[in-house]
């Protein structure tokens, strides 16, 4: 099973606009199907996130860039709930292999809630979001070799290649330039919305610092410019001062 507290702990209380703070659950559940929904709920397909393996049995340990990650969301009276299902995969060393949960990351698991809460604020807030917006989820590792289908449940049950002929435009997952990897998200800030995270050791997506940031330079630019200023007014009053003294 999937360590639940730890995704918990992650998952923002949300803060949009004139709603006030809300709170929203996670829960697991391994028999969610794509595109099987309750009336009112939504769906949330990620594709391609990095996860670890290892078998039950011979204790192989092995990764994939290609894990997926069903969410089924819905909001009612003030507060969401989520449901999430991790398509799992068998190991291809053993001849009656187990299908074997995924364990992700800090940075995957943060970078997978952060696309979570940008679709919660899509579809319950009315938030605009735009496909550029979700981040990448293979952060952490270089995945080489094919992804094997046999063993993964996920491609065993359609799951790939139905969120991908079914699923709208806007839930597909598009990379992201190399420049705009490197920069802080600030779709949440701009929107309005203030996370309530409980705290942890690791950069979360969910923050920012980039208007500080921006602060501290236009002010450092602005005192260069004004010593620059003062240097040349004092140089030319030492000048004027020689020039005008008393002739002997």
Same mark, same amino acid.
């Given at each position: ?13 949300? !803060? ?14 391994? &028999?969610?199907? /794509? ?15 990095? $996860? ?7 204790? %192989? ?5 290609? /894990? %997926?990650?069903?969410? !089924? ?40 809630? !952060? ?22 989820? /293979?952060?952490? #590792?270089?995945?080489? *070799?094919?992804?094997? &289908?046999?063993?993964?449940? $996920?491609?065993?049950? *359609? /799951? ?24 802080? %998200? %600030? ?7 203030? @996370?309530? #995270?409980? @705290?942890?050791? !690791? @950069? ?11 602060? =501290?330079?236009? $002010? ?6 004004? #010593? ?14 020689? =020039? ?5």
């Amino acid at each position: 099973k999937l360590d639940l507290q730890a995704w918990s702990l992650i998952l923002p209380q949300l !803060h949009v606009g004139s709603w006030g703070p809300e709170p929203w659950t996670l829960q697991e559940d391994d &028999t969610l199907q /794509v595109h099987v929904l309750k009336p009112g709920w939504k769906e949330f397909v990620q594709r391609r996130a990095l $996860g670890r393996f290892q078998c039950s049995q011979c204790f %192989h340990e092995w990764s994939s860039a290609k /894990v %997926h990650m069903l969410f !089924h969301m819905s909001r009612r009276r003030g507060q969401g709930t989520v449901w999430m299902r991790a398509f799992r995969q068998a190991c291809r060393r053993c001849p009656d292999p187990r299908l074997e949960e995924p364990k992700f990351s800090q940075e995957t698991m943060e970078r997978l809630l !952060h696309n979570l809460v940008l679709k919660i604020l899509k579809y319950f807030y009315h938030v605009p979001v735009q496909p550029s917006d979700l981040l990448e989820v /293979v952060v952490d #590792a270089l995945v080489t *070799g094919p992804h094997n &289908t046999a063993c993964c449940e $996920g491609c065993q049950l *359609g /799951v790939c290649s139905v969120s991908q002929r079914l699923a709208p435009a806007s839930d597909a997952w598009e990379p992201l330039m190399d420049a705009d990897k490197a920069r802080t %998200h %600030h779709t949440l800030k701009r929107q309005g919305m203030r @996370p309530y #995270a409980t @705290p942890t050791h !690791h @950069p979360s997506p969910f923050g920012s610092n980039f208007p500080w940031k921006c602060c =501290c330079c236009i $002010g450092s630019s602005f005192l260069s410019v004004l #010593a620059v200023l003062l240097f040349i007014l004092l140089y030319f009053t030492e000048k004027y001062s020689v =020039c005008s003294g008393p002739m002997y």
